[in-house]
């Protein structure tokens, strides 16, 4: 039987037993979440210029996209940005690879899963989170860009997390970039012909889901749109 995590403890209900112990409470775990929330912010507040970049981790080393993963999260520390995962294996791991490859800060924010392998070795900074909404707060509130690799339920849900989050003003509007036309065509295809068919989203929000194949035009679309709404400062990301 696998343990339980945090998560799960916190949104279950159960009738309250004997003795009662505050530390079984959910007022306890409030503070327990305030303090994954100021070790986030402390371990990630200087990480500057950032991309989120998501994806399986089930692709293995040899495929295609992995290579893709790759270049892409190295081109975009050469540029100057951080690069954060969640630090697992398969994409995550490529893209932290990438990282390290362009000289840049190479980040995996972990999370406790019943069955877990703790981080890929390409990780430098790993910050460790128990609950998975605060893992994607820190995922959002430091990158200018999302990268969606190919992936599951979990890639998915960062995909549209972002997406949600810029359609009602929670963010403002930084670029969410699908990598690989022939997974992804499908989806936005479906998204044309049935969501907006339907009047549930609207041209603009079809508009930012984007789709490139090609390394190179993701690293200089992120720096283009980082230049337009910061300016070039300093050593922040440039082009060669």
Not at 23 to 38: A, N, P, Q, S
Not at 39 to 65: T, Y
Not at 94 to 115: D, H, M, Q, W, Y
């Amino acid at each position: 039987m696998s343990r339980q995590t945090e998560d799960e403890r916190l949104l279950q209900t159960e009738p309250i037993r004997q003795p009662y112990h505050f530390t079984h409470t959910d007022t306890w775990r409030v503070l327990r979440i305030m303090g994954e929330f100021v070790e986030g912010f402390e371990n990630m507040a200087g990480l500057g210029p950032a991309v989120s970049i998501f994806g399986s981790a089930r692709i293995l080393s040899d495929s295609p996209i992995y290579a893709a993963a790759v270049e892409t999260a190295r081109l975009l520390a050469q540029a100057g940005f951080t690069i954060i995962t969640g630090g697992g294996p398969g994409l995550m791991e490529a893209a932290n690879k990438g990282a390290r490859a362009g000289g840049g800060r190479s980040v995996g924010c972990t999370i406790e899963l019943p069955f877990e392998s703790g981080a890929n070795p390409f990780v430098d900074l790993e910050v460790r989170f128990r609950y998975f909404f605060i893992r994607k707060i820190m995922f959002v509130k430091y990158a200018q860009a999302f990268v969606i690799f190919p992936g599951g339920f979990g890639t998915l849900d960062e995909l549209f997390e972002a997406l949600t989050l810029i359609q009602t003003g929670k963010i403002h509007d930084f670029p969410v970039i699908l990598y690989g036309s022939e997974f992804w065509q499908g989806m936005v295809d479906w998204a044309r012909h049935t969501l907006l068919a339907n009047g549930t989203i609207s041209q603009s929000d079809l508009e930012r889901l984007q789709i490139c194949d090609d390394p190179q035009q993701i690293c200089a679309q992120i720096v283009a749109s980082y230049q337009q709404r910061y300016g070039k400062r300093g050593n922040e990301p440039w082009t060669h």
